[in-house]
């Protein structure tokens, strides 16, 4: 289950770093086009839609690697239980809050499919499409918070020590 569930997180950063490679070449297509005299409508938009599915795509790698933003001046100071009880508490709303959104963000996806949404800029793009990253990086970060809870539960997640990410600044 550990090496699935681990293929899965690098599978969706993969899909993250592809992600910015389409910003890369929307960018670059806009730019090349505006020197050579020509219009590529959308590529804005494109660019954007690349750039939400690169960073919700990233945020369950980005948990399970530890690089998560994490104030730990209060939590640096717990030990034992104290601290286990601490980090429960947050990971048990992580995982309430990544379940809404994940909710959430999978029914944008279903109702701009079935209302049949677009973009309003000029690129017409069926809004549903852009929408299916989110909806998956925020399953996908359900998934990880979760498997975050239950390593925590039985003990056996690795946690970043207060002088550990004071040398990673």
């Known amino acids: 289950m550990r090496r699935l569930l681990d293929r899965l997180y690098d599978a969706a950063a993969w899909l993250a770093a592809l992600a910015m490679i389409g910003v890369l070449a929307m960018v670059l297509l806009s730019i090349v086009s505006r020197q050579l005299g020509f219009n590529v409508p959308g590529t804005d938009a494109y660019a954007g839609y690349c750039m939400a599915a690169a ?49 959430y963000s999978v029914r944008l996806a279903w109702v701009s499919h079935r209302i049949n949404d677009i973009s309003t800029a000029n690129d017409a793009t069926p809004l549903w499409l852009p929408q299916i990253a989110m909806a998956l990086g925020t399953l996908v970060l359900l998934i990880a918070l979760a498997d975050e809870w239950v390593l925590e539960l039985r003990g056996q997640r690795r946690t970043i020590d207060s002088e550990e990410a004071l040398h990673n600044e």
Do not use: D, P, Q, Y
């Open 55 to 103: 960073g919700f795509l990233a945020l369950a790698h980005t948990l399970k690697k530890n690089e998560h933003i994490r104030v730990t001046l209060f939590l640096g100071r717990l030990h034992g239980g104290a601290r286990h009880a601490l980090e429960m508490w947050a990971l048990s709303a992580g995982v309430v809050l990544g379940g809404l959104f994940a909710f």
